[in-house]
């Protein structure tokens, strides 16, 4: 009726749409006749026709029938009407489906999908993430990361180099009874058995360039009882203040600034205690050529005892004093020998040395002393291009030195999947708020599964962090420090504040730390002191304090932390932060007179709150300082004898502000420059 009424009117019939199907083709005469002489559809001519009678032919009615009989493969039959009274029959398996086109001459084959050729594009968020498989971590082993187990290696594609390292480790200690085979039944009674393992490491270039693949066999020391197999465990290391005075005070004075090593500095060293292991089948055999079963006496020290360290501290100690060397009382791994321009010094880190002094018979008996003394090669005693894992490049016209770490920020930026990621201005948002309680919303669920791939990946990308913004990134060192006070259950505001910060390192991996200079004079100190008022802290509401320290203009101290004590008021802030600040004056001073080098007093201590100069330089007492602990007055102390002066600086000024807060990036660009960090 519809039909006929739009005809009168002369308005065109819609196109023919089925009640819960979607939108047919208007079939035309063609594809008429080909549906009328096809038997196998499940439509024919006659439905084709029928608009109005709604009754359905007799080919439909015995589809039905035959599949209403089909017991297992029974189908709900559902006849759709179209708005023209056609009906069109749809089982439930193809309901919802796309219908079939008309063209198709066998209903039962299905047409070929349609490709799009719209090309998909990620979201502009996820630019910086870079996803890859475990697997592929796992094998592509140079330059991004060593394995850290046995299995780990002889599964990855680098076995055979993996396994010469290993051969080649075994060989030398061989060579030097380190590892001397013995049968089981020779073992002594109450000998200790130690479980050992293989640490992998790859060593870089200064440009970051693979160098080679090594491999250690190491004594698993978690197995040793203390008090029982060993009695004493630390052994101290150069600090890092003073191997960049000495670094700056070389560069000025244009002296010699060398790199040594102890090659298998443990392996030379002897057990007091009879200690053995067993062979791991593969670089270590389990049996001999007679066919007896082996284990392995430990004559010499491994890596992983858990003395091992401190004995060879000791025995560095004792061969270097043995031969005429002084040793500091303020740094234990700082010794030197002379007096006058002809000293030589002489900086520990474990097994490496940074060797300072100038050319002559001095330091030519030196080495010859290392080499003797401490199994120190005399042709790897080198120029220092690349200490610690920083590299070293000397200017001898400017008399300056730049250290930086390009090649590790590098890898790591390409472990994390951020090394193409776009660059920001700042290590961290000022207006960046992290609270605790918000990492500890999932604690629950992850303190069950103490390997959480996320947290785990968080402190392993921190302690790298941590270590360049101590060693030659001051620019991060209130960032990362700041960091570590959520790594324990990190929320999604954590990680997006890291990634934050491995996004600034991206666009800054290339600046360096210039130290030294012509003319510089090393007897002037001068310390930057500031503290940030419970504004990071939002839980406890605990101040930052930050201090820097230059020796003849050059940076070689830096330090940010949260304080111990909760403070009642900026004052009282900015009083416990010159007191911290205050222990490292002291140090400096002790150093420099082991040193001959009298540093001028008093030592100029900038500060950016005058009333808390006020409490340092009087004995007021009034209601706001009744409450300050009696350690703090000892800034009172030295004032007094004229060992340091208080003197005020604008907030503007004060260096030390990038290390209690989050500043702005015209700020920071303003602090790099005076701290002569850059490009």
Same mark, same amino acid.
């Given at each position: 009726?519809?039909?006929?009424?739009?005809?009168?009117?002369?308005?065109?019939?819609?196109?023919?749409?089925?009640?819960?199907?979607?939108?047919?083709?208007?079939?035309?005469?063609?594809?008429?006749?080909?549906?009328?002489?096809?038997?196998?559809?499940?439509?024919?001519?006659?439905?084709?026709?029928?608009?109005?009678?709604?009754?359905?032919?007799?080919?439909?009615?015995?589809?039905?029938?035959?599949?209403?009989?089909?017991?297992?493969?029974?189908?709900?039959?559902?006849?759709?009407?179209?708005?023209?009274?056609?009906?069109?029959?749809?089982?439930?398996?193809?309901?919802?489906?796309?219908?079939?086109?008309?063209?198709?001459?066998?209903?039962?084959?299905?047409?070929?999908?349609?490709?799009?050729?719209?090309?998909?594009?990620?979201?502009?968020?996820?630019?910086?993430?870079?996803?890859?498989?475990?697997?592929?971590k796992i094998n592509e082993v140079a330059p991004h990361a060593a394995p850290k187990n046995f299995k780990e290696a002889k599964a990855g594609q680098h076995w055979n180099q993996w396994k010469q390292a290993m051969e080649k480790n075994i060989t030398e200690y061989m060579g030097m009874e380190c590892l001397v085979p013995v049968r089981t039944c020779d073992i002594p009674t109450g000998a200790v058995?130690? *479980? /050992?393992?293989?640490? @992998?490491?790859?060593? !870089?270039?200064? +440009?970051?360039?693979?160098?080679?693949? #090594?491999?250690? %066999?190491?004594?698993?020391?978690?197995?040793?009882?203390?008090?029982?197999?060993?009695?004493?465990?630390?052994?101290?290391?150069?600090?890092?203040?003073?191997?960049?005075?000495?670094?700056?005070?070389?560069?000025?004075?244009?002296?010699?600034?060398?790199?040594?090593?102890?090659?298998?500095?443990?392996?030379?060293?002897?057990?007091?205690?009879?200690?053995?292991?067993?062979?791991?089948?593969?670089?270590?055999?389990?049996?001999?050529?007679?066919?007896?079963?082996?284990?392995?006496?430990?004559?010499?020290?491994?890596?992983?005892?858990?003395?091992?360290?401190?004995?060879?501290?000791?025995?560095?100690?004792?061969?270097?004093?043995?031969?005429?060397?002084?040793?500091?009382?303020?740094?234990?791994?700082?010794?030197?020998?002379?007096? *006058? /321009?002809?000293?030589? @010094?002489?900086?520990? !880190?474990?097994? +490496?040395?940074?060797?300072?002094?100038? #050319?002559?018979? %001095?330091?030519?008996?030196?080495?010859?002393?290392?080499?003797?003394?401490?199994?120190?090669?005399?042709?790897?005693?080198?120029?220092?291009?690349?200490?610690?894992?920083?590299?070293?490049?000397?200017?001898?016209?400017?008399?300056?030195?730049?250290?930086?770490?390009?090649?590790?920020?590098?890898?790591?930026?390409?472990?994390?999947?951020?090394?193409?990621?776009?660059?920001?201005?700042?290590?961290?948002?000022?207006?960046?708020?992290?609270?605790?309680?918000?990492?500890?919303?999932?604690?629950?669920?992850?303190?069950?599964?103490?390997?959480?791939?996320?947290?785990?990946?968080?402190?392993?990308?921190?302690?790298?962090?941590?270590?360049?913004?101590?060693?030659?990134?001051?620019?991060?060192?209130?960032?990362?420090?700041?960091?570590?006070?959520?790594?324990?259950?990190?929320?999604?505001?954590?990680?997006?504040?890291?990634?934050?910060?491995?996004?600034?390192?991206?666009?800054?991996?290339?600046?360096?730390?210039?130290?030294?200079?012509?003319?510089?004079?090393?007897?002037?100190?001068?310390?930057?002191v500031d503290a940030d008022f419970a504004s990071n802290d939002l839980e406890e509401r605990k101040s930052t304090t930050g201090y820097v320290v230059y020796m003849g203009g050059s940076l070689v101290e830096w330090f940010s932390k949260k304080q111990e004590l909760c403070a009642s008021s900026t004052t009282y802030a900015e009083y416990i932060a010159i007191h911290t600040a205050l222990s490292s004056?002291?140090?400096?001073?002790?150093?420099?007179?082991?040193?001959?080098?009298?540093?001028?007093?008093?030592?100029?201590?900038?500060?950016?709150?005058?009333?808390?100069?006020?409490?340092?330089?009087?004995?007021?007492?009034?209601?706001?300082?009744?409450?300050?602990?009696?350690?703090?007055?000892?800034?009172?102390?030295?004032?007094?004898?004229?060992?340091?002066?208080?003197?005020?600086?604008?907030?503007?000024?004060?260096?030390?502000?990038?290390?209690?807060?989050?500043v702005s990036g015209p700020v920071l660009k303003r602090h790099c420059v005076k701290m002569r960090i850059g490009v």
């Amino acid at each position: 009726e519809y039909k006929h009424a739009w005809a009168a009117q002369g308005i065109p019939p819609r196109k023919p749409m089925l009640q819960g199907v979607k939108p047919l083709a208007v079939p035309t005469e063609r594809s008429a006749e080909k549906l009328s002489s096809d038997e196998t559809t499940d439509s024919c001519q006659n439905c084709v026709q029928n608009d109005a009678s709604g009754e359905v032919c007799s080919k439909i009615t015995s589809i039905k029938n035959s599949e209403a009989k089909s017991g297992p493969e029974k189908q709900d039959i559902t006849v759709a009407t179209d708005i023209d009274g056609k009906e069109e029959i749809m089982s439930e398996k193809t309901r919802g489906q796309e219908p079939v086109p008309e063209s198709c001459e066998n209903a039962e084959e299905k047409p070929a999908l349609r490709r799009s050729g719209r090309h998909s594009r990620a979201p502009v968020k996820y630019k910086d993430y870079q996803a890859k498989s475990s697997q592929e971590k796992i094998n592509e082993v140079a330059p991004h990361a060593a394995p850290k187990n046995f299995k780990e290696a002889k599964a990855g594609q680098h076995w055979n180099q993996w396994k010469q390292a290993m051969e080649k480790n075994i060989t030398e200690y061989m060579g030097m009874e380190c590892l001397v085979p013995v049968r089981t039944c020779d073992i002594p009674t109450g000998a200790v058995k130690i *479980g /050992t393992t293989w640490a @992998y490491a790859i060593k !870089y270039n200064g +440009d970051g360039t693979v160098n080679k693949l #090594k491999a250690r %066999i190491a004594a698993q020391g978690f197995t040793m009882r203390e008090g029982i197999d060993y009695d004493e465990s630390y052994a101290p290391v150069c600090g890092k203040e003073t191997l960049r005075f000495a670094l700056a005070y070389g560069a000025t004075h244009d002296l010699e600034i060398l790199h040594g090593d102890t090659t298998a500095a443990f392996q030379t060293l002897t057990n007091q205690k009879w200690f053995y292991c067993t062979g791991d089948g593969e670089a270590l055999p389990t049996k001999d050529k007679h066919g007896n079963n082996i284990v392995y006496w430990l004559k010499g020290i491994l890596q992983g005892q858990k003395d091992a360290a401190n004995v060879f501290y000791r025995h560095v100690k004792n061969s270097l004093t043995n031969i005429g060397f002084e040793n500091s009382v303020k740094d234990p791994c700082l010794y030197w020998k002379g007096s *006058g /321009t002809d000293r030589v @010094y002489i900086l520990q !880190y474990v097994d +490496d040395y940074l060797i300072v002094g100038p #050319k002559g018979k %001095i330091l030519d008996s030196v080495k010859g002393c290392l080499h003797s003394k401490l199994n120190v090669k005399e042709n790897n005693i080198t120029d220092a291009t690349m200490f610690l894992g920083m590299r070293i490049v000397r200017d001898r016209t400017t008399r300056t030195l730049t250290v930086d770490c390009e090649g590790k920020i590098e890898r790591l930026l390409e472990q994390t999947g951020m090394l193409n990621c776009r660059s920001v201005e700042t290590p961290m948002d000022p207006k960046t708020s992290l609270r605790k309680s918000r990492s500890d919303e999932n604690a629950d669920a992850r303190s069950s599964c103490a390997a959480n791939a996320t947290t785990l990946q968080y402190r392993s990308v921190l302690a790298a962090l941590l270590w360049l913004g101590n060693m030659v990134r001051p620019d991060i060192c209130r960032t990362v420090n700041y960091l570590c006070r959520f790594q324990v259950n990190p929320d999604e505001e954590s990680e997006k504040a890291l990634r934050h910060l491995l996004r600034y390192l991206n666009g800054r991996k290339q600046w360096k730390l210039t130290l030294g200079g012509a003319g510089a004079d090393y007897t002037n100190v001068e310390l930057y002191v500031d503290a940030d008022f419970a504004s990071n802290d939002l839980e406890e509401r605990k101040s930052t304090t930050g201090y820097v320290v230059y020796m003849g203009g050059s940076l070689v101290e830096w330090f940010s932390k949260k304080q111990e004590l909760c403070a009642s008021s900026t004052t009282y802030a900015e009083y416990i932060a010159i007191h911290t600040a205050l222990s490292s004056v002291i140090h400096i001073k002790e150093m420099s007179e082991e040193l001959d080098l009298q540093v001028r007093l008093p030592i100029k201590m900038w500060e950016d709150n005058k009333q808390a100069i006020a409490w340092a330089t009087t004995e007021m007492i009034n209601g706001r300082n009744k409450a300050v602990e009696v350690k703090y007055h000892r800034i009172r102390h030295y004032v007094q004898k004229k060992w340091v002066k208080l003197a005020y600086l604008e907030t503007s000024c004060m260096v030390a502000d990038a290390f209690t807060k989050a500043v702005s990036g015209p700020v920071l660009k303003r602090h790099c420059v005076k701290m002569r960090i850059g490009v």
